[in-house]
């Protein structure tokens, strides 16, 4: 796997998580904790889905690398699909705000890796 | 309004979105679309702080066609802060107020959406799951083993372990007949 790639999807993952991170400070400091909590939450996503990269691609290459990353990281926001039906069920505006947040970052990155990835090897 | 009560209204509004919240509620009713797009946050930010809204007394809601509009409570509103400081709780109350918190906090850790996610293994809590559980069964009926296993089934797979518990914390109690649930003490039948 090219280096490239790697270099560019951390950038950008590490990128998203700082802003998440710098906007929950803004929130803390403007006394809306509930929605810094929430993007703390985001901060988190970014950097679960880099170790699911860097776990990857210790062990897999070129096209492998890209299916299973992308099968990875859906069979991850299965769950919180899956979650965020369970809360619509019961009306728990909580949980499906928060599995709402994760799923909106799943998009963001998935959209993303495919974009880097097609740039780079298409 | 218990103490538990008026804490859980402060701490609710110390958020100041929720505050920006009650402010324009008390310009006019609302539906959470029309809050979220005066207030610059997305729908599901609005119905999560409209829940803890509603659940600190502050707000009812009601249904008008496709749309849950939120009115703010007067009778929470129109308290004056030495009305809500006032309260004295008594000492019983005090501490039923702690049990039933503490209640609430195992129930909510280990049952999700009415489900037992695992046995607890302290056997305060255990009793408390397992007192859950036992509202299922009604009174002065008698129940065939199998109709015990069906009703804990509902709650957890391992309905022997929950089933002999339940023997031993004698909130169920058997003979050759069958099964039936035991009145506690404090309890009155249904």
């Known amino acids: 796997m090219p280096e490239k790639i790697k270099g560019l999807w951390f950038e950008y993952l590490d990128g998203k998580a700082a802003e998440a ?16 909590g929430h993007m703390k939450v985001r901060e988190n996503i970014y950097r679960v889905f880099k170790t699911v990269f860097s776990a990857l691609e210790a062990a ?8 299973g990353y992308l099968n990875k990281i859906g069979e991850i926001s299965q769950n919180w699909q899956d979650s965020l039906d369970k809360g619509r069920e019961h009306n728990d505006a909580e949980r499906v705000l928060i599995e709402g947040v994760k799923l909106n970052v799943y998009q963001q990155v998935k959209e993303k890796f495919v974009e880097i990835w097609g740039a780079e090897y298409d | 309004m218990t103490e538990a009560e008026t804490i859980q209204l402060f701490k609710c509004l110390s958020d100041r979105s929720r505050m920006r919240i009650v402010k324009a509620l008390l310009i006019e009713d609302m539906y959470s679309e029309r809050l979220a797009e005066r207030l610059g946050l997305s729908p599901a930010t609005v119905s999560f702080h409209m829940k803890k809204l509603e659940e600190a007394g502050l707000v009812a809601s009601h249904k008008e066609q496709y749309y849950t509009v939120y009115s703010l409570m007067p009778e929470v509103l129109d308290s004056s802060l030495r009305e809500l400081l006032g309260e004295e709780a008594e000492d019983i109350a005090e ?3 702690r049990e039933e918190k503490y209640r609430k906090k195992v129930i909510d850790s280990f049952f999700e959406y009415g489900k037992l996610k695992s046995i607890p293994t302290q056997r305060k809590k255990e009793r408390i799951v397992l007192e859950v559980i036992a ?56």
Not at chain 2, 163 to 189: F, H, P, Q, T
Request: one cysteine or more; proline letters at 0%; glycine letters at 4%.
């Open chain 1, 21 to 36: 991170k710098s906007e929950a400070e803004r929130l803390a400091a403007e006394d809306r904790r509930d929605e810094a």
């Open chain 1, 60 to 67: 897999l290459t070129g096209d492998g690398l890209r299916e």
């Open chain 2, 95 to 97: 501490q039923q107020e």
């Open chain 2, 135 to 190: 509202e299922s069964f009604q009174f002065e009926r008698l129940y065939t083993e199998r109709e015990v296993n069906i009703i804990i089934a509902d709650f957890h797979d391992d309905f022997c372990t929950i089933r002999r518990d339940m023997i031993a914390e004698k909130l169920l109690a058997r003979d050759k007949s069958g099964y039936w649930r035991v009145k506690a003490k404090n309890e009155k039948a249904e």
